[in-house]
């Protein structure tokens, strides 16, 4: 499996953004596509992850409410949708595709085996 994320940018506080995530290659064995962000000198953290079949979603608490994670089959794409954004956000963004086990542990990269290459995301105040 082949990830491409794309839409990242530069935006000013409170405004939006939506990230894509183009999957290709074996996409029938992705049980599960999450978003990752890591922040220069942190660790990557879990952001989002939506069960490809079913279409179930979790989010992590400190975007809750201001970000949705969806995906459309057809297209083979994940989407994050990101509403009022702040300086905070500001990240690299990564997409990542996983089998069962990123489904039982949505929230652990050691599950999602396929990755895409990062888009930039900066917000300024």
């Known amino acids: 499996v082949q990830l491409q994320a794309s839409g990242g940018g530069s935006v000013q506080a409170g405004d939006s953004l939506r990230l894509s995530c183009l999957a290709s290659?074996?996409?029938?064995?992705?049980?599960?596509m999450a978003w990752f962000r890591r922040v220069p000198g942190k660790e990557r953290e879990f952001i989002a992850q939506?069960?490809?079949?079913?279409?179930?979603?979790n989010v992590t608490d400190s975007v809750k409410g201001r970000f949705t994670v969806s995906r459309d089959k057809a297209k083979n794409t994940g989407y994050l949708q990101m509403n009022n954004l702040t300086p905070g956000d500001t990240a690299v963004y990564y997409c990542?595709?996983?089998?069962?086990?990123?489904?039982?542990?949505?929230?652990?990269?050691?599950?999602?085996?396929?990755w895409g290459r990062g888009t930039q995301v900066t917000v300024s105040s």
């Open positions: 290659g074996r996409t029938m064995t992705i049980n599960s």
């Open positions: 939506v069960n490809w079949s079913r279409g179930g979603t």
């Open positions: 990542a595709a996983g089998g069962v086990r990123s489904s039982m542990f949505p929230r652990n990269e050691r599950w999602y085996g396929f």
